[in-house]
């Protein structure tokens, strides 16, 4: 396996699959099975180090005219 992340960047994505999973899969919008294949896909990739998570917190103020 190959790291390129921390542990803790995982257990992220993971909780991210967790909840596409159970907010869309309980919808009835989707088909189970492909969903349920683009989930397993996603937590291979995450093991193998193929898929990370890169983040931005963007902050913006503004004022009405």
């Known amino acids: ?3 390129c992340c921390p542990p803790d960047e995982d ?3 993971h909780s ?3 909840m596409v999973q159970e ?7 989707l088909d189970a099975r492909q969903l ?4 397993e896909t996603r937590r291979r990739q995450i093991e193998s ?8 917190q963007i ?3 503004g ?3």
């Open 63 to 65: 004022r009405k005219l």
């Open 23 to 29: 907010s869309v899969g309980g919808r009835g919008t």
């Open 36 to 39: 349920s294949d683009w989930i």
């Open 49 to 56: 180090g193929e898929l990370s998570l890169l983040a931005h």
């Open 1 to 3: 396996r190959r790291r």
């Open 59 to 61: 902050d913006v103020m």
């Open 11 to 13: 257990f992220v994505l």
């Open 16 to 18: 991210l699959l967790d």
